[in-house]
């Protein structure tokens, strides 16, 4: 069974800067691609970036020039760089890896960035 474990996540001040990192286990298979998406209280979950796994990225435009996303893929970890944070950013990240091979995306247990102001 897929998992993914996040790590990274917690207390900033506005301005600040946070590197989020979520690794996955349990296949064997090749993972397509990563990715992120957040969710604010009283929000949907949104999408932050996701990236495949020949590098090609989607990046929300709320965080664009500000988070940058990578990928590992020898250790099928994404990470997620997050640089001039507002409180806007304040939401749980949650971490996905599509595979193809069995249609489906996993998703972590999601980890929580809160931005003071």
């Known amino acids: 069974q897929v998992q993914l474990v996040e790590s990274g996540g917690g207390l900033v001040q506005a301005g600040g800067s946070l590197r989020l990192s979520c690794a996955a286990s349990?296949?064997?298979?090749?993972?397509?691609?990563m990715g992120w998406h957040r969710q604010a209280p009283g929000k949907q979950r949104a999408l932050v970036a996701h990236?495949?796994?020949?590098?090609?990225?989607n990046i929300a435009d709320s965080v664009k020039g500000r988070f940058t996303i990578s990928i590992d893929i020898a250790k099928n970890t994404v990470y997620l760089q997050m640089n001039s944070l507002n409180p806007e950013d304040t939401a749980v990240y949650y971490c996905?890896?599509?595979?193809?091979?069995?249609?489906?995306?996993?998703w972590g247990q999601g980890t929580q960035v809160t931005v003071s102001s």
């Open positions: 349990g296949s064997r298979v090749s993972i397509n691609a």
């Open positions: 996905n890896a599509f595979i193809s091979h069995f249609g489906s995306t996993y």
């Open positions: 990236i495949t796994s020949n590098g090609s990225t």
